[in-house]
Structure formats: structure tokens, C-alpha cells
């Protein structure tokens, strides 16, 4: 009897350690971003003309500073798609490590969008309009960014391609 306790207690901690090795905070693990970046783009027919990038490109860590002054190591992945011909369209996407940091990975979206803003006052105020549009939401551990003229439908496909959950406008 001493011996199946033993091995009970031995299983149900061994049980307890792999649960410990997920994701801090979160309790769910990241999409495919590649996958979720096609999604967004292909509801967007404005965002045609985009350079993307993902955290698995060998650059992430600077490419990320472009759009987030979050400490990278507190990201879990991330995609950014943006304009190559001048215009305002962009996507970001940041997926953090522990779910208590999305609001602060908001915050530096809605810092990104304010320079943003400032930047195309000064040469495409009719971009700079845009940007005002932009929509900073959190959902579960992402924090997203959406500037295009179809962002509804990019945000479908954000909500449509995650798992259900409460979204969190911002």
C-alpha cells in the first residue's frame, strides 16, 4: 500500500512539474503567426503591397523595436506587416509571455501610432488621417495594432482565427 502512495505522489508531481514548463502567466501557447499574418493580410485587399516579418525572422529583436518599446524579453512572438509605398497600412501583432504584460504591450502600439501620426503630419496628412482611424485591442496574451482602410474585416480574421475568447477593446 506504502508503495502505490509513493508512486501516486511521484506521478502526481511529475504531473505538476511538466505544467509548470508552459507559458508564464498565459495558460495558452501562441498561434502560428505566420499562419495569423496571411490570415490578416488576405482579408485586406488594401494591404497588398506590404513587407512582413514574424519573430522568427533573424533580425525580430530589431524589427521589433520599430513598432514596440516593450523589453523583447517579455515577447513570445510577434508580426508586423507595413506599407511599402508610403502609406500608413500597417498590422502588428505581439503575443507576450505572461498575459499580464498585453496592456503594456498596447500601450507601446498606441505610443508607435501617436509617432506615427506626428510623422504624416508633417508629409501625408491625408495618411496621418488614416492613422487616427488606427485600432489598438488586446486579446487573451496579444496586443494588436490595425491600420488599413479595411480594418474590420482584418480584425475578423484576427478574432476568427484564435481560439474564442472575450476580446478587450482598448
Known sequence: MRNRIR???IALLAVLSLAACGNEGSGTATVNMKQLQQAMLAAAPSLSETASTTGD???AKETFSYVSDLPYDKVENFLLSYSTTGKADEIAVIAV???ADVT???DSLRAHVESR???FLQYGPAEAARVEKAQVFTKDQYAVLIICDDSPTVKTAFDDFLPS??????
Not at 165 to 170: A, C, E, L, N
Request: charged fraction near 40%; glycine fraction near 4%; aromatic fraction near 0%.
Open 7 to 9: 508512486l501516486l505522489v
Open 104 to 106: 503594456k504591450a498596447a
Open 165 to 170: 475568447s472575450d476580446t478587450g477593446s482598448d
Open 57 to 59: 525572422a533573424a533580425d
Open 97 to 99: 509571455k505572461d498575459s
Open 117 to 119: 501620426r506626428k510623422l
